[in-house]
């Protein structure tokens, strides 16, 4: 598909449809994550492909909301694979993705899977990524959980 900018995110199996706003890099160069005081909307990375295009289009949202309730992607870990994730985007067309797999990351572990979620792949691919795992002694989240999507034909 040709670049066009995503505007909303559906994850039907849960429930899930909401705007998306535009998240870019921290000063220290990391990943901004959306803001909580606007209400914990997902977001997409701005320097990942667009939804639809070659390569992997990156989309983040909070499990946990504000003032504790829950956040926008709080049941992505019940995402299946064969699940689908559609996008809307400007152009007015949808970006359909089909679950090819998931994965739960201990972000206190070494070697996050940079590569595998950001980098250059040979189809139209997705990731929604969020918190996970919570520690029930300090309130954490420890891991990520991430779901890789391809577009459908």
């Not at 199996?13 to 606007?38: C, R, S």
């Not at 909070?62 to 956040?71: D, K, T, Y």
């Not at 679950?99 to 972000?107: A, G, N, S």
Request: aromatic share 8%; net charge negative.
């Amino acid at each position: 598909m040709p670049a066009s900018e995503p505007t909303v995110v559906s994850v039907p199996v849960i429930g899930v449809e909401a705007e998306l706003m535009d998240l870019g890099l921290q000063e220290n160069g990391l990943i901004e994550v959306p803001p909580y005081n606007l209400g914990s909307p997902p977001g997409w990375y701005v320097h990942s492909p667009t939804p639809g295009e070659i390569g992997p289009s990156v989309i983040l949202g909070h499990r946990n909301g504000i003032e504790g309730g829950p956040g926008i992607f709080a049941d992505l870990p019940q995402v299946e694979i064969g699940d689908s994730i559609e996008v809307m985007r400007e152009d007015g067309s949808v970006a359909t993705f089909t679950i090819y797999r998931t994965e739960l990351f201990d972000k206190s572990r070494e070697g996050f899977p940079t590569l595998e979620v950001y980098g250059n792949t040979d189809e139209a691919e997705i990731r929604l990524i969020t918190c996970d795992g919570l520690n029930t002694d300090t309130g954490i989240l420890e891991d990520n959980f991430i779901a890789y999507g391809r577009l459908d034909a």
